[in-house]
């Protein structure tokens, strides 16, 4: 068992590269299932998610070589359709290898996808579209693998009930080698998404955004390798300009695209956080004076990401004045505020009125949790301090680190095997800026 000790305060002062996009690379290693040709994927993070997904590649029949941040895969002699265990139920994305053994070899068993706890998140999108495709699906609860075959996947004409990033990606990479047209509809827009198009495209995939939330397939029948580039995380970015602001210091971020964080810039400045573009691709994030409080509903893109709610509640700590957060995406993602109270933060939860929550909330609301909120109010200035802190999921936990960066005193945070799923080394790159952060195995305190 690792922990962080962390002696703060800290102002953050330097210079920081952001690593490629986890919910791309993800994905990418994905789609090398889809052909037996060498597949080279650039800018991929050193992540505990990316080496997970490598092991789901490598049981599947890939040879994988991760040097520096480049991934190559190739294919091995032989191959299964079977995902372990052990290996799928620790990720979330491990759920999305459905669509290409299901096109290419007629059958799938995978395990219950892991991940996160930060809602129900359920796969029943992913399923449905591909029986709408021709497959077979069954779970089956006495081994905890779902069962998946199909005699020749087709196309189909899919809406989604609600916006589902993972789900759209699912049924893309299904409908590639599918016989005929495949149509999607109420389809993601992220960039991430799009990323992904881009990456299938160079492999002979045949896609195109035809409307608002649409995105039709025509099925091919091989696809080839490719070299390929994936977008900087523009999660890790956010990530870095709340570290900058709420620790009232100056950070400079290298492979910056603040093209994909308009909700996110559009809030900081109306809270009064200084931010400027040096040139395409560097963006300077600073504290310029006191912050004010600024309320933000959380959307599917080009809205207020999920993600970047439980930082902006960090930076809500320490401006003039009461904000809320307004959760509409998930039904339990606020799991992190009962460690951010232990530090001292004013934190109250409460129910905002909304009609038809069914509609308006984009998870299945019959997952809604009794006693569970959907908001939150911060009233700040806080003076954060330190405290022994849990952490249950990868953005709460990065947020949590931050906290205790800019808290006063030494305090220790456990579970940071959550953080290490989608943040390259942050222990070192915040310490390159200022922090005293230190990774200790064992669990005494120290």
Not at 386 to 395: C, P, W
């Amino acid at each position: 068992m690792e922990k962080f000790i962390v002696d703060g305060p800290t102002k953050l002062v330097g210079n920081v590269t952001i690593a490629g996009a986890k919910n791309v690379a993800l994905k990418a290693l994905v789609a090398s299932l889809l052909t037996d040709e060498e597949v080279i994927i650039d800018n991929v993070p050193q992540i505990r998610d990316v080496h997970l997904m490598i092991e789901v590649l490598e049981h599947l029949g890939k040879h994988c070589t991760f040097k520096n941040s480049t991934i190559t895969i190739k294919k091995n002699s032989s191959h299964t359709c079977t995902v372990p265990l052990e290996v799928g139920a620790r990720l979330r994305t491990s759920s999305m290898v459905l669509g290409p053994l299901l096109s290419r070899y007629g059958k799938a068993i995978i395990p219950n996808p892991g991940g996160c706890r930060i809602g129900a998140r359920p796969i029943d999108r992913h399923i449905e579209g591909l029986k709408a495709m021709g497959a077979s699906i069954s779970y089956a609860s006495a081994d905890g693998y779902f069962h998946a075959k199909v005699s020749d996947l087709h196309g189909a004409e899919i809406t989604f009930e609600k916006n589902t990033h993972t789900g759209t990606e699912t049924l893309l990479l299904a409908a590639i080698l599918a016989k005929g047209t495949t149509i999607l509809h109420n389809a993601a827009q992220e960039v991430e998404v799009d990323d992904l198009i881009e990456l299938l495209r160079t492999m002979g995939a045949a896609i195109t955004r035809t409307a608002n939330r649409e995105i039709i397939v025509e099925g091919v029948s091989t696809l080839h390798g490719t070299t390929y580039t994936i977008m900087p995380d523009r999660n890790e970015e956010v990530t870095f300009a709340v570290a900058a602001i709420a620790s009232t210091g100056d950070i400079t971020v290298h492979n910056s695209r603040p093209q994909y964080l308009a909700a996110f810039l559009k809030a900081l400045s109306r809270a009064g956080g200084g931010w400027e573009e040096i040139d395409t691709d560097t963006t300077r994030y600073f504290y310029k004076g006191e912050l004010q409080a600024v309320d933000v509903v959380t959307g599917v893109y080009p809205g207020f990401m999920t993600d970047w709610q439980a930082p902006w509640a960090l930076l809500m700590t320490q401006a003039k004045g009461e904000s809320v957060i307004h959760e509409t995406v998930f039904e339990n993602r606020f799991a992190y505020v009962e460690e951010l109270k232990k530090m001292g933060a004013k934190i109250a939860y409460f129910d905002p009125k909304v009609k038809n929550p069914e509609e308006f909330y984009n998870f299945n609301w019959n997952d809604h949790i009794r006693g569970m909120h959907q908001a939150i109010r911060i009233t700040g200035p806080t003076n954060l301090h330190n405290a022994i802190v849990s952490i249950n999921d990868l953005r709460a936990g990065a947020t949590l680190l931050l906290a205790t960066t800019i808290g006063s005193g030494k305090s220790y945070l456990y579970g940071i095997e959550q953080v290490d799923r989608g943040y390259e080394h942050i222990e070192n790159r915040l310490t390159t800026m200022g922090a005293h952060i230190e990774r200790v195995r064992g669990d005494a305190l120290s």
